[in-house]
């Protein structure tokens, strides 16, 4: 026996849901986000979905999102993989036991910072061979 319409709970657990995304403290969010998986949120975060679900026995909500996360991978001219950077400036370097058997050798004069611009780089490159 109903007593109400089910659209009406729906669009009231609805409003919840929205409400509670609405007041969400990024920072403390970000915070938590950066602890638990060592990366940055970046500007672009997309709510996805909200529900009321039941966790450890007491009511809760869940709040899906989809964020962007920036991920560099620095490989040698090779192919070889040298480093992987994320938004969370954690560089992991290949293990010494996967490492490349020859490694490039580079000149000091040639080592770049990360992130360099490959057009400067080659300028200098073309500077040194003539």
């Known amino acids: 026996m109903r007593i109400t319409k089910a659209d009406v709970i729906k669009s009231g657990e609805r409003e919840l849901i929205d409400s509670i995304t609405a007041d969400l403290d990024w920072s403390v969010v970000e915070e938590i986000f950066k602890k638990y998986h060592n990366l940055a949120i970046e500007e672009e975060v997309e709510y996805k979905q909200g529900d009321l679900i039941v966790h450890e026995n007491r009511v809760a909500y869940k709040l899906d999102f989809d964020i962007k996360v920036r991920l560099s991978i620095v490989?040698?001219?090779?192919?070889?993989?040298?480093?992987?950077?994320?938004?969370?400036?954690?560089?992991?370097?290949?293990?010494?036991?996967?490492?490349?058997?020859?490694?490039?050798v580079q000149k000091p004069e040639q080592t770049r910072e990360i992130g360099a611009s490959y057009e400067a780089a080659l300028l200098d490159m073309d500077s040194e061979n003539r």
């Open 75 to 104: 490989i040698d001219r090779e192919g070889n993989y040298l480093s992987i950077t994320h938004s969370g400036d954690r560089v992991n370097p290949l293990p010494e036991a996967q490492a490349p058997e020859e490694p490039p």
